[in-house]
């Protein structure tokens, strides 16, 4: 049985058993009590069994993986109190990704490929609005016009604000207010870096599986711009997700997962997702375990995650709360009850007592029944604690065996320019038509503006007659009056 060493007790170690790390888990905790260290400590140790893992780093402290940690008094003395006799400073291989691309290696996907779910999402649409979205792209679909990039998007809306009153037909009455809203909210997208996220080459998801030297790669995504777009940040941990649990074949259960995910700042995903969307994830939490994923939420506290979603994470490590408010004490009391009560600890009493690098564990046995929760120290990371720094960051980059695959943009024939063909295609064959429809269309033409003429001439003699007869009258009384 293969384990990976969390801390240390009076007791004993505490480790989590590899073959249950795929019951995914949950990291809590106020903040500075050491969420980031625990994570760093589960990545490294994910790393050595050459489990790949795949993490936001959204304050940027997590690049300190891929540069090796220095010993001091401190690490030595909880190395030792733990009782870990093969602690030694050591780099885990890392590969940095970013969304716009500047910080690491740029992380594409398709319109089409994130869906009119998640997109609706993203764009913060209404019912009514996400309605009309999904007819987009299911005639997009049905006419063969490829969603790669904003400007697909874009050039699709447009076409059904022309074409509306056909498509009415066909979908129902469609709104232009709704068109309009939609094309709004992909203005504003754009401007915030979605035009760089959207387009090919697309993420392939099987490059976060990658080991190197019998190493799982430790796959960090730049998050310290992109946590600050909440929206963005969630639906793409959301997508790909969904990606990893369409793509990966079944491999029912395994002495090590195949690939473990964590999601920081987990709390900003359930604060605005609609139900819908909700519901969507805790299926995919439920049935990712089988395909070998492990999910691992980290957030303040327990009770940001919806008990539907809470209920299915088996490994727990709660760091210390805080109980200054009627709110604070209530959280306190929901984390103490997520544990497998401890006769010999008072789990409420002690999340308000632990120190920076203390936490209340309780994981899951080779049953799969939660273990008693333990007071425990955490162990040190063997990677520096902190960023690194820009020039480790830059050689990290340059030396991704991945640039080559996703350096250059690619912008093939799709939507954008197949609607354009069509629009040059409609205007030739207007100017193209037969010399008889023509001439009818000149005749037409013709008696509208000889009926124009006709009207203004009228018109014209109407007004001269009437002044006419008033200056007649004016003379004939100046007349009389002489």
Same mark, same amino acid.
């Given at each position: ?5 969390? +801390? ?92 716009? +691309? ?90 915030? +870096? ?289």
């Amino acid at each position: 049985m293969q384990q990976l060493l969390i +801390g240390g007790t009076e007791q004993g170690r505490i480790a989590l058993n590899g073959a249950m790390a795929n019951r995914h888990g949950l990291i809590a905790g106020a903040t500075g009590t050491g969420k980031t260290v625990t994570l760093q400590v589960l990545a490294e140790g994910f790393s050595r069994l050459g489990v790949p893992v795949f993490t936001a780093d959204v304050k940027g402290d997590l690049s300190g993986i891929a540069v090796a940690g220095k010993s001091n008094d401190k690490i030595q003395e909880r190395v030792q109190r733990i009782g870990i006799t093969d602690w030694a400073a050591e780099a885990c291989p890392a590969r940095l990704w970013d969304l716009y +691309g500047r910080t690491g290696q740029a992380v594409r996907t398709t319109v089409a490929d994130m869906g009119p779910a998640l997109l609706s999402n993203l764009l913060e649409l209404n019912e009514v609005q996400s309605g009309v979205l999904h007819i987009a792209f299911d005639y997009a679909e049905s006419e063969d016009l490829p969603l790669l990039d904003l400007k697909d998007m874009e050039s699709l809306l447009n076409w059904m604000v022309e074409q509306r009153k056909p498509l009415s037909e066909r979908y129902g009455t469609l709104s232009s207010q709704s068109l309009g809203a939609i094309l709004r909210r992909l203005l504003v997208l754009k401007n915030q +870096g979605g035009d760089v996220f959207f387009g090919e080459p697309a993420l392939d998801i099987m490059d976060l599986i990658q080991q190197q030297n019998g190493q799982g790669v430790v796959n960090l995504l730049d998050g310290r711009e992109l946590i600050l777009r909440p929206r963005l940040y969630t639906t793409f941990l959301l997508w790909l997700l969904a990606e990893l649990f369409e793509r990966l074949p079944e491999r029912g259960d395994q002495p090590l997962p195949l690939l473990v995910f964590f999601f920081d700042e987990a709390h900003l995903l359930f604060d605005s997702a609609p139900k819908a969307l909700l519901e969507k994830l805790e299926q995919t939490v439920r049935l990712i375990r089988s395909k070998g994923v492990g999910i691992y939420f980290v957030t303040q506290s327990p009770s940001d995650i919806p008990d539907s979603v809470l209920g299915q994470l088996g490994n727990r490590v709660q760091h210390a709360l805080r109980a200054y408010t009627p709110k604070d004490q209530k959280a306190v009391k929901v984390a103490a009850q997520t544990f497998r009560a401890n006769p010999d600890l008072d789990t409420a009493r002690v999340i308000t007592e632990l120190g920076v690098g203390e936490a209340l564990v309780s994981v899951l046995d080779d049953q799969g029944i939660p273990t008693p929760v333990e007071r425990t120290l955490v162990a040190p990371p063997r990677s520096r604690i902190g960023p690194a720094d820009e020039e480790a960051l830059a050689q990290l980059k340059a030396a991704s065996p991945l640039a080559a695959k996703y350096d250059q943009t690619e912008d093939r024939d799709s939507a954008h320019e197949r609607l354009q063909a069509r629009r040059q295609r409609q205007k030739e064959a207007e100017q193209a038509k037969p010399e008889p429809e023509k001439k009818a269309s000149m005749k037409r033409t013709s008696r509208r503006q000889s009926a124009g003429e006709a009207f203004t001439k009228s018109l014209l003699r109407t007004l001269a007659t009437q002044l006419g007869r008033v200056l007649v009258r004016v003379l004939e009384r100046f007349l009389k009056r002489r």
